[in-house]
C-alpha cells in the first residue's frame, strides 16, 4: 500500500509544498512513458478524490489510466506514492483557486477571503460535491507518518498562516483569533457540503461577513 497541489502563490507556500514532498517522482525517460506517468496521475486524482484515497486499489487507477500496472510502478514506488502525489497536485490547484478566486485577483484582503468562500459555498452546495481532498486524507490516514497525510497536514499549516495574514491586513484586533475563525468556517464547509445540498453552507458567506465585521475595528 502506498502512493506519495496554482500557479506560484507565493514563494512561502510553494517551498512549504516542495519540503513535504519527499522524493522526487519517478518516470520513464521517453515520452510514452511520460504521458503513461501523467495519465496515472490524473486518473487517481479524479478516482482518490471521489471515492476516497483508500477504497481505490491499483488495479482501478491502472484500468482507467489505461496502462499496465508495471508502468504504474515505474513511476510510483507504491500506493502510498501516488496517493502524496495526489496530496501535491491537490495542494498546487487549491492555492491557485484560493489566491485567484473565480479567476480573479484581489489587492483588498476581505474582498479576497470573501470571493473565495463565496466560490466555495456555491460549489459546496452541488451534487457530488467532495470537499477538500486534503482534509479527507487526514480523516482516511490517522498516521501521522503515512506520506498522503504528511503533504496534507503541512498544508494545512501553510494555509491557518495565510489567513491569519489576511486577517491581519484586515485590521482585525486578533488577527489570529479571526483567521483560525475564518479557517473554522472554511473546514466546516468542505465537511457539511458533502453532507447535503440544503446544508449551513449556503449561509458561509453571510458569515464570513459577520465574522470579520466583528473583528474588524471600524475606522
Same mark, same amino acid.
Given at each position: 500500500?502506498? /502512493? ?21 517522482? $519517478?518516470?520513464?525517460? =521517453? ?7 501523467? $495519465? ?33 510502478? $515505474?513511476? /510510483?514506488?507504491?500506493? =502510498? =506514492? ?10 498546487? =490547484? *487549491?492555492?491557485?483557486? *484560493? ?26 452546495? &452541488?451534487?457530488?460535491? &467532495? ?11 490517522? #498516521?501521522?507518518?503515512?506520506?498522503? $497525510? ?9 494555509? &491557518? ?34 453532507? #447535503? ?23
Amino acid at each position: 500500500k502506498a /502512493f506519495p497541489g496554482e500557479a506560484a502563490a507565493g514563494s512561502r507556500r510553494e517551498n512549504a509544498s516542495k519540503q513535504e514532498s519527499g522524493a522526487p517522482l $519517478r518516470s520513464h525517460r =521517453d515520452g510514452k512513458g511520460v504521458r503513461a506517468a501523467d $495519465r496515472i496521475r490524473a486518473s487517481a486524482s479524479e478516482l482518490f478524490y471521489r471515492e476516497g484515497i483508500r477504497a481505490v486499489g491499483v488495479d482501478e487507477v491502472v484500468e482507467r489510466a489505461g496502462v499496465t500496472k508495471p508502468s504504474l510502478y $515505474r513511476s /510510483f514506488a507504491s500506493k =502510498d =506514492d501516488l496517493a502524496a502525489a495526489y496530496m501535491r497536485d491537490y495542494d498546487l =490547484d *487549491f492555492w491557485e483557486k *484560493f489566491e485567484n478566486p473565480g479567476g480573479k485577483s484581489y489587492s483588498d484582503p476581505r474582498e479576497h477571503v470573501l470571493a473565495y468562500i463565496r466560490v466555495l459555498s456555491t460549489r459546496a452546495v &452541488r451534487e457530488g460535491y &467532495r470537499g477538500c481532498g486534503l482534509s479527507n486524507a487526514t480523516v482516511e490516514y490517522p #498516521s501521522r507518518d503515512n506520506p498522503a $497525510r504528511q503533504v496534507a497536514e503541512a498544508h494545512k499549516k501553510v494555509f &491557518r498562516k495565510r489567513l491569519r495574514e489576511l486577517a491581519a491586513g484586515m485590521g482585525a484586533r486578533q488577527p489570529a483569533v479571526l483567521g483560525d475563525a475564518l479557517l473554522l468556517l472554511i473546514e466546516g464547509i468542505y465537511s457539511t457540503g458533502q453532507q #447535503s445540498e440544503e446544508g449551513p453552507a449556503q449561509s458561509a458567506l453571510a458569515v464570513a461577513k459577520l465574522l470579520i465585521d466583528a473583528s474588524v475595528t471600524k475606522g
